[in-house]
């Protein structure tokens, strides 16, 4: 279903997904029905104001995208007016960026500024920054809400969100994941590259972010669920050519991999591995636990 159905009614408003600076993302009614398609620009209501951005995805796709039900609204299409003035703006943000940057020298701050984003009605602007603790920007605030005259809000990020909204490209040579497909950021760990067979080394692992690259997890569930057929790596057996440990499996090609401390290895199919459990139980009339 593409669209809901409005409280104590029959009739259905759409759902467009709406992208702002640097993929900041948002979820609109189309209570007005307007004609609206992917990439063009709107203009939305925003928390005590307006804001502008271009339309990625409407109908099922955006439905099928979102978490819970959007309650602002898609106000209008934007006219060639907003798009000009929209623009300013993004040019203002380079000017502001270097005041912010100039301030913060002044004041001795540890943070590090990321990003500025200049809301389409002028009425906030927002300092996107990371550090390594809690800073007290309220100084840093103060002296920018005199130069500005609007309100200004301190946004500190991770090195991942700050990643995203600066952009780039991956070792894949795609776009970064964060800046594309990506909506939350979910939790990485080293295990995931170990329950894959990956090498643990920080430089092939890690993303632009420094952090480890998103895409660990893509395949992470197929592989927990593959290895379930095969046996535990580490695990010492016997094999015809003697006493070895499983090394690794190759789930694609299902084939386990043995080793032996005298040196040398070889490898076998899982169902070879399968009649070799068999041969030896039945030699020793136990089971071998896989």
């Keep these: 279903m593409d669209e ?24 609109y009614l189309n209570a007005a029905k307007l004609p609206l398609q992917v990439n063009d620009y709107a203009v939305v209501a925003a928390e005590r104001g307006e804001d502008m951005g271009h339309i990625v995805q409407k109908g099922f796709a955006a439905q099928l995208k979102k978490e819970r ?26 000017d502001i960026f270097r005041t912010c940057k ?35 920007f ?10 500005y005259r609007t309100r200004i ?19 894949c040579g795609l776009k970064l994941c964060c800046t594309t497909i990506i909506e939350d950021f979910d939790p990485i760990t080293t295990q995931m590259a170990k329950d894959q067979n990956l090498i643990l080394t920080p ?3 890690s993303g632009v972010c420094g952090r480890l690259m998103c895409c660990l997890s893509y395949e992470w569930n197929l592989y927990k669920e593959e290895m379930k057929r095969y046996p535990e790596i580490g695990k010492k057996i016997m094999t015809d050519k003697g006493k070895g ?14 080793s032996f401390e005298g040196g040398g290895e070889v490898r076998m199919t899982l169902e070879e591995f399968e009649n070799l459990k068999k041969k ?11």
């Design 4 to 27: 809901i159905v409005a409280a104590g009614s029959e009739e259905t408003v759409e759902i467009l997904e709406i992208a702002f600076k640097r993929e900041r993302k948002g979820y």
């Design 138 to 147: 309220r100084a840093l605030v103060k002296d920018l809400a005199a130069i």
């Design 203 to 205: 430089s092939k692992l």
């Design 102 to 136: 100039g301030k913060i020298e002044e004041h001795g701050l540890a943070m590090k500024l990321v990003d500025v984003e200049y809301r389409f009605d002028g009425h906030k602007i927002t300092f996107y920054f990371t550090a390594d603790k809690r800073i007290d």
């Design 280 to 290: 030896k139980k039945e030699e020793t009339g136990s089971p071998q636990k896989s």
């Design 153 to 171: 809000e301190m946004h500190q990020i991770g090195v991942r969100e700050e990643a995203r909204r600066i952009g780039g490209y991956g070792c």
């Design 69 to 94: 039900a959007p309650s602002e609204n898609i106000l209008r299409k934007a006219t060639d007016e907003d798009v000009q003035r929209f623009r300013e703006l993004r040019r203002k943000e380079e």
């Design 245 to 258: 440990k499983i090394e690794r499996a190759d789930i694609f090609r299902n084939l386990i991999y043995v």
